[in-house]
């Protein structure tokens, strides 16, 4: 509570207090997020245990609405699975392959971003070639290419594959604007005074970076990364709704959504709009929340 209150009291707690639009959006991540992290306490049923499906619950419409059976509130899906379990259990896959995708795009970006910007000369301009080359390379492409090589090396390990599948598509092609980003600070950072300082006292080029330039260049990093955050997950649905990600048996958002699509048209528009609308709650309020954070880190509209 101590950090909390300490943190509630600077510039970017009181910015927060401050905004309605920040703590509303908090608020929405925060039960998103909570939903799915502790799905197998909250949800109401298991979609992955295969024992308490019944085909005859297929496409039931929700509790509410006339015709609606049992305690599927919001209706159930072609295998007859409860729509409300599996989104919570949709939305922590989604927030996984977003989450660690985002990560390891922050590593090798901001790792590569330093060498570019502080050392300067062919390895920054090999560097920036490459993130030339990667921006040529959409994720969905990129998705496709690493979906057959693994589909042919790995037949038998359709669902580990599809997780690596979106994993590494995913990272592949983020990683260029953290490096980039990092980069860009850097040229700046290196030639302040506390860099120079460091220099002739001896420091060794390495600790600098990792002493005294990463610290002054995170705070675009972050705001990226919470960005970014929002968009691997818009990245996975859009793969698995073209059925380069995760199987059907593992209800991502993106799945739902492909396989509510086929029954749209017919009548049974709960199994597509709700993962639509889980999509769109989870992705809005992280970009609310990053907008948020970058007006705060920002000197100049303070």
Same mark, same amino acid.
């Given at each position: 509570?101590?950090?909390?209150?300490?943190?509630?009291?600077?510039?970017?707690?009181?910015?927060?207090?401050?905004?309605?639009?920040?703590?509303?959006?908090?608020?929405?991540?925060?039960?998103?997020?909570?939903?799915?992290?502790?799905?197998?306490?909250?949800?109401?049923?298991?979609?992955?245990?295969?024992?308490?499906?019944?085909?005859?619950?297929?496409?039931?419409?929700?509790?509410?609405?006339?015709?609606?059976?049992?305690?599927?509130?919001?209706?159930?899906?072609?295998?007859?699975?409860?729509?409300?379990?599996?989104?919570?259990?949709?939305?922590?896959?989604?927030?996984?392959?977003?989450?660690?995708?985002?990560?390891?795009?922050?590593?090798?970006?901001?790792?590569?971003?330093?060498?570019?910007?502080?050392?300067?000369?062919?390895?920054?301009?090999?560097?920036?070639?490459?993130?030339? +080359?990667?921006?040529?390379?959409?994720? *969905? #492409?990129? /998705? @496709?290419?690493?979906?057959?090589? %693994?589909?042919?090396?790995?037949?038998?390990?359709?669902?580990?594959?599809?997780?690596?599948?979106?994993?590494?598509?995913?990272?592949?092609?983020?990683?260029?604007?953290?490096?980039?980003?990092?980069?860009?600070?850097?040229?700046?950072?290196?030639?302040?005074?506390?860099?120079?300082?460091?220099?002739?006292?001896?420091?060794?080029?390495?600790?600098?970076?990792?002493?005294?330039?990463?610290?002054?260049?995170?705070?675009?990093?972050?705001?990226?990364?919470?960005?970014?955050?929002?968009?691997?997950?818009?990245?996975?649905?859009?793969?698995?709704?073209?059925?380069?990600?995760?199987?059907?048996?593992?209800?991502?958002?993106?799945?739902?959504?492909?396989?509510?699509?086929?029954?749209?048209?017919?009548?049974?528009?709960?199994?597509? +709009?709700?993962?639509?609308?889980?999509? *769109? #709650?989870? /992705? @809005?309020?992280?970009?609310?929340? %990053?907008?948020?954070?970058?007006?705060?880190?920002?000197?100049?509209?303070?």
């Amino acid at each position: 509570m101590g950090v909390l209150s300490k943190w509630l009291d600077s510039d970017v707690g009181y910015s927060f207090k401050t905004s309605p639009m920040a703590i509303a959006a908090a608020v929405v991540a925060f039960i998103c997020i909570f939903c799915a992290v502790f799905a197998g306490f909250v949800a109401p049923h298991n979609p992955f245990d295969l024992t308490t499906l019944e085909l005859s619950d297929a496409r039931l419409p929700p509790a509410w609405i006339e015709g609606g059976k049992g305690s599927f509130f919001l209706g159930t899906d072609d295998q007859g699975r409860d729509i409300l379990s599996a989104l919570m259990y949709g939305a922590r896959i989604s927030l996984a392959v977003g989450i660690i995708s985002v990560i390891l795009s922050v590593l090798i970006g901001v790792t590569l971003g330093l060498l570019a910007g502080f050392l300067g000369g062919w390895i920054d301009t090999l560097l920036m070639r490459i993130c030339d +080359v990667m921006l040529s390379f959409p994720p *969905i #492409l990129v /998705a @496709l290419l690493i979906a057959g090589v %693994g589909r042919a090396m790995f037949p038998n390990a359709h669902t580990s594959v599809a997780f690596g599948v979106l994993i590494i598509s995913i990272t592949l092609t983020g990683w260029v604007q953290y490096a980039r980003t990092v980069r860009g600070t850097t040229l700046v950072e290196r030639n302040k005074e506390y860099v120079q300082a460091a220099r002739v006292t001896g420091v060794a080029s390495h600790r600098i970076m990792l002493r005294h330039v990463l610290p002054n260049v995170l705070g675009p990093v972050m705001v990226l990364a919470t960005i970014q955050v929002a968009t691997a997950i818009i990245t996975e649905a859009t793969l698995s709704f073209l059925g380069v990600g995760v199987p059907p048996t593992s209800p991502s958002l993106g799945t739902l959504i492909r396989v509510g699509n086929d029954y749209l048209f017919s009548g049974e528009w709960w199994i597509t +709009v709700w993962p639509g609308l889980m999509l *769109i #709650l989870i /992705a @809005l309020s992280v970009n609310l929340l %990053g907008d948020w954070l970058r007006d705060a880190l920002n000197p100049r509209l303070r």
